[in-house]
């Protein structure tokens, strides 16, 4: 997935202080072979939201430096908008974190190239946007299920290096709530949260604590009773702060944004017809454009993926699947299989959790089944 998305790449500038010594070794030595062209600038790789982590590549043989058997000759400094990020002094890796959100990250590659100085940027990352439903709820940017059971009972299925842990037991009494979700982090602590709905309309913030447990709850809205679904897209219209989207029974859908503190900024609708689909989905960005999407399943079983356009709107529909009437449950946590792309899950009619695994550009890569005796479940999220 690349986390790129606003071009500063190609920006050169000559280091100066080429000395005497280099410039006779370079006349008397046998001249090294001269690329044709100047190499590729990095590239970062990975999510553009708090908690989860940037990487920076390169090809290194093009950097060889002077001399017809030097090596490559690089080093790396990351940037916040525009200013040297002095507290990420390492890399290829670069963890995101609350300081972040909102700006944008680039990597310098700094290099002797073969014998002029060089300095190569990578582009520039989308703003960083608040922490995302796929990084999970202990901080480790981990696939973490949550599950419940019809007792109320609230488990997390961690998947570690495609490896499942033992599940946790983190609330009990969440049976009173007949919605609940996830939308991330919700009040601007770093950390992901959950929200339940109760019958009268309430909806409660249960503040997550960064080790898979809860503070709260506290309450956040009234009236939700009067929608049929509720979802978490995350940062659906790109200002830094993740939100809600709600479907009422005429089937119109309205986006309901954060405000960053566990509140909301002013709704307004997304989109009509809505009530034509049995199950709405929200797996981040499944096309690799940096902007989260929707998916969704109608009566037929086909599977459409609605690309969100980053400002509270949709870039088009396509199907991405079909047969998906014969699950009971579907949804999307985050990356199952640990490949860098968000997936989607689904519980059969006999209980086995499906994976089906996103290629990161609105497809897939593969399927298999993770688990079994899932069907018992009353939510899974």
């Known amino acids: 997935m690349l986390a790129s998305s606003r071009p500063t790449s190609g920006v050169r500038r000559a280091i100066a202080g080429i000395g005497a010594a280099i410039f006779a070794a370079v006349v008397l030595a046998p001249a090294p072979a001269m690329a044709t062209m100047d190499p590729e600038p990095p590239v970062i790789t990975g999510a553009p939201y708090v908690g989860s982590t940037l990487t920076v590549t390169w090809d290194p043989m093009a950097y060889k430096g002077c001399g017809a058997a030097a090596g490559p ?140 447990g809860w503070n709260g709850p506290r309450k956040v809205g009234t009236g939700w009773n009067i929608f049929t679904s509720l979802v978490a897209p995350g940062d659906f219209n790109s200002d830094g702060t993740n939100d809600v989207l709600a479907r009422d029974a005429n089937g119109i859908l309205y986006l309901y944004p954060g405000d960053g503190e566990g509140g909301w900024l002013p709704r ?66 985050g990356d199952i299989n640990a490949d860098g792309s968000l997936d989607v899950f689904a519980v059969d009619g006999s209980g086995q959790l499906r994976a089906y695994y996103g290629n990161g550009n609105a497809g897939w890569s593969g399927a298999a089944v993770v688990g079994w005796g899932w069907g018992g479940f009353t939510d899974l999220f």
Not at 283 to 305: E, I, M, Q
Not at 325 to 331: D, H, L, T, Y
């Open 268 to 333: 307004t609708v997304a989109g009509q017809g809505w009530n034509a689909l049995n199950s709405i989905i929200t797996p981040g960005d499944f096309d690799g454009d940096t902007n989260v999407d929707v998916l969704a399943r109608d009566s037929a079983g086909y599977l459409k993926l609605y690309s969100g356009n980053g400002s509270g709107g949709w870039n088009g529909m396509t199907v991405v699947g079909q047969g998906w009437n014969g699950m009971s449950k579907i949804g999307s946590a």
């Open 73 to 212: 000759d690089t080093r790396i400094y990351w940037t916040r908008d525009g200013e040297v990020a002095t507290d990420h002094p390492t890399w290829p890796d670069y963890v995101l974190t609350e300081e972040d959100r909102g700006k944008t990250i680039a990597a310098h590659l700094v290099a002797s190239y073969p014998c002029e100085g060089l300095e190569v940027a990578s582009e520039e990352t989308a703003p960083i946007s608040a922490s995302n439903r796929p990084n999970g709820f202990t901080g480790r940017g981990a696939f973490e299920l949550l599950a419940r059971r019809s007792d109320g009972a609230l488990l997390m299925y961690p998947r570690v290096n495609n490896t499942w842990e033992p599940a946790r037991t983190v609330g009990a009494g969440w049976n009173i709530f007949p919605t609940v979700l996830s939308p991330g982090d919700f009040d601007g602590d770093g950390v992901n949260d959950v929200l339940g709905r109760d019958t009268a309309g309430g909806l409660y913030l249960y503040s997550g604590d960064g080790s898979g």
